[in-house]
């Protein structure tokens, strides 16, 4: 037989001796969008099972009285984040609550459901979907498990590149794991044994009892163990070790183990006791001796010291990316539930246009679904994924026009002034996100002067003539705000970009604005500045490179609203989410259109071969299966004039997908949608 794994992307096995079960339950499973395949053995079954297979449907016949040998050790072999569903179709009795041979099935197939026949489709169906969905739950954990493999093997790269050595002493039984550097800064091989006595025999007599102690101080402070102590190898000779150390404790809170590194720093010492020497012993050579020691011992100091900056880099990058796909993705999903509110919204507002009353509270209502909409473009500017319009913008003309609303943001208290020169060059930018980046910094200088003060709003040129660490060689626009307030630290200065880090009192900021404008200035290949001392106030500087491009101007714009107002095309739409397509219908049909609803990439592919003619396929870029991007490019090899629509939050599609599309951004309003379609039916 041909093994599972060559015959395609099938999903389920299902395996049924005599009549028509196998057939039917099949047949259920294509009806459902299911891939499954009609195995002619039980022991076909066993062969064919892999980590591709969803789940297993099986007769009770076929399985009560066979050898389940093979099958039961398949099972047993699972990897740790496998459990295979079973579903077992038993007759009308069959459960193991009444029936002794189906609990001997739940022990051996682990993972079991029985259903009784007959059954309904419908019920089949449901317990066939809640399987797969359990099987794709168990892939998620194996890609998380993949996730934790990687992000170990990127820190045994750092801790190789700094050739630290990792150590870890259990309390309770003095038992110690080192790795193979950490064996080497004792002269041990990688193959060679080095128990916690052994460890301690190693010490030099002198150095001894300090490392004791401190290891003692440790475990009863709960302090980091951080000290310096000499080694004597087994050939004899004797080195330097550094030693730095925290306590785990364990889920009472007691002290449980003791985790850290080491490096050898025989060399810096070694120098060090060199120029000790050298200052006692050669006292006419000491001026010249000393300074190439001391810039020796500089040099040292400074590799240490960007090590310990590259380590503290590496570990603020990680965290930020953690952070930043975790916010994008619940941005990304907060846009799609935003979408339904606001589609909604927008079409009960127009059906309840005359109810005053209603109006007001629809308005509310929609009030309420922008803001949320303007705090995940917060948090997607944070991930970097916002959707960015992005045209050559006059910053002197921006500024200009925020004067009036500027003033009104600080109030009495706060004197605004400007100092903004009469000209400057375009930089490539989307205005509106510039706009609330520059009332974002005003805001914060205000409220960092509860007494009153100045803001300075300034723009000016200027130009890099090196890469520097945050920007490359080039002209720039710097648009930066100053005011007299209470000024920060440079520890506060440090974590001021933080997400959800703020100074101000408890709900009265989200900790995203500086984050915001950070991510921003890093989409738009800026930066974003800042310098503050305590009671001198704060400088925050956007930096946008020039751009030698012009603003395009508008051509479609009348074509455009001849078509939405004159034309009622044939629209395709395609959404995984019932919410979104329903919202997106009914906009669509309240517009004129008429309106194919499919909820997978492959439903579509099955309408457009049907030969139904359309105007225009809108379909969603995120969908299980099969992508947006996939499906357009099948729907383009069939009909190569389709015009085609991508709906996403995301500010650009992945890369690697293959094809250039003209995008639709989620959360979109009715009238958004159907300028989109007009310039898409005029092209």
Not at 496 to 505: C, V
């Amino acid at each position: 037989m041909t093994p599972i794994s060559e015959q395609g992307k099938t999903r389920a096995l299902i395996y049924a001796p005599i009549g028509r079960d196998a057939p039917v339950a099949a047949s259920i499973l294509k009806e459902a969008a299911i891939g499954s395949v009609v195995c002619p053995g039980l022991e076909v079954l066993a062969s064919w099972l892999d980590e591709s297979t969803t789940f297993a449907v099986v007769t009770e016949e076929a399985i009560s009285n066979a050898d389940l040998t093979p099958l039961a050790l398949w099972i047993e072999k699972q990897p740790s984040w496998s459990d295979l569903p079973f579903i077992v179709l038993t007759h009308r009795g069959g459960g193991p609550e009444r029936n002794p041979a189906a609990a001997r099935l739940s022990e051996i197939l682990r993972n079991v459901t029985f259903l009784e026949r007959p059954f309904h489709a419908t019920t089949f169906v449901s317990v066939a979907k809640t399987a797969l969905k359990a099987r794709g739950r168990q892939y998620e954990a194996l890609g998380g498990l993949e996730a934790l493999r990687e992000g170990e093997e990127r820190l045994q790269t750092a801790l190789l590149a700094g050739n630290l050595g990792t150590w870890e002493l259990d309390f309770q039984t003095n038992r110690l794991v080192t790795s193979d550097v950490f064996r080497a800064i004792f002269g041990r091989a990688g193959d060679q044994g080095l128990t916690y006595d052994d460890l301690v025999a190693s010490i030099h007599p002198e150095d001894r009892q300090k490392v004791l102690m401190a290891v003692a101080t440790t475990h009863a402070t709960g302090r980091d163990l951080q000290l310096e102590y000499r080694t004597v190898w087994p050939d004899g000779s004797t080195h330097w070790a550094d030693a730095r150390a925290r306590i785990v404790s364990d889920r009472l809170g007691n002290p449980s183990r003791l985790v850290g590194v080491c490096s050898d720093i025989t060399g810096r010492k070694v120098a060090e006791a060199e120029l000790v020497r050298l200052n006692e012993t050669l006292e006419e050579r000491v001026i010249k001796r000393t300074r190439e020691l001391e810039q020796a011992h500089k040099t040292l100091l400074d590799e240490i010291r960007q090590r310990e900056v590259a380590e503290e880099q590496l570990r603020q990058a990680q965290k930020m990316e953690a952070i930043g796909q975790l916010t994008g993705g619940v941005a990304h999903d907060f846009n799609n539930l935003l979408m339904a509110v606001l589609g909604n919204l927008d079409l009960l507002r127009k059906s309840v246009s005359t109810n005053p009353k209603a109006v007001r509270l629809v308005e509310g209502a929609l009030q309420g679904a922008q803001r949320g909409a303007a705090l995940t473009q917060r948090l997607l500017a944070f991930a970097r994924r916002q959707d960015l319009r992005l045209e050559p913008t006059d910053l002197v003309a921006l500024v200009g026009g925020l004067n009036d609303l500027l003033a009104k943001s600080v109030g009495n208290s706060v004197h605004i002034t400007y100092e903004v020169p009469r000209a400057l060059p375009a930089v490539l930018a989307d205005a509106n996100q510039i706009e609330l980046a520059l009332l974002n910094l005003v805001v914060n200088s205000r409220d960092a002067m509860a007494d009153g003060g100045e803001i300075v709003v300034s723009l000016r040129q200027a130009n890099i003539t090196a890469g520097a660490d945050d920007l490359g060689a080039g002209d720039y626009v710097v648009l930066a705000v100053s005011d007299t307030g209470l000024g920060m630290s440079a520890e506060t200065l440090k974590r001021a970009i933080d997400p959800f880090f703020s100074t101000k009192e408890l709900g009265k900021g989200t900790g995203l604005g500086l984050s915001m404008i950070h991510g921003l200035a890093l989409q738009l290949k800026g930066a974003l500045r800042m310098t503050s001392r305590p009671g001198k106030g704060t400088t925050a500087e956007l930096w946008l490179p020039v751009t030698g491009a012009f603003k395009a101007t508008e051509t479609v714009s009348e074509e455009a609203r001849t078509a939405s107002s004159g034309t009622r095309a044939r629209i395709l739409v395609v959404d995984d989410d019932a919410l979104i397509a329903m919202s997106t219908v009914d906009m669509l049909e309240d517009l004129g259109h008429e309106v194919y609803e499919a909820n997978s990439g492959a439903d579509a592919l099955k309408f457009l071969e049907s030969g139904k003619e359309i105007d225009l396929l809108i379909t969603d870029y995120s969908m299980p299966h099969m992508t947006g991007a996939e499906l357009a490019e099948s729907a383009l090899s069939m009909h190569p004039q389709l015009p085609i629509l991508v709906a996403t939050g995301y500010a650009d599609l992945p890369a690697g997908s293959g094809i250039d599309l003209p995008r639709l951004g989620k959360p979109y309003t009715q009238a958004e949608l159907a300028s989109q379609i007009a310039k898409a039916l005029v092209k």
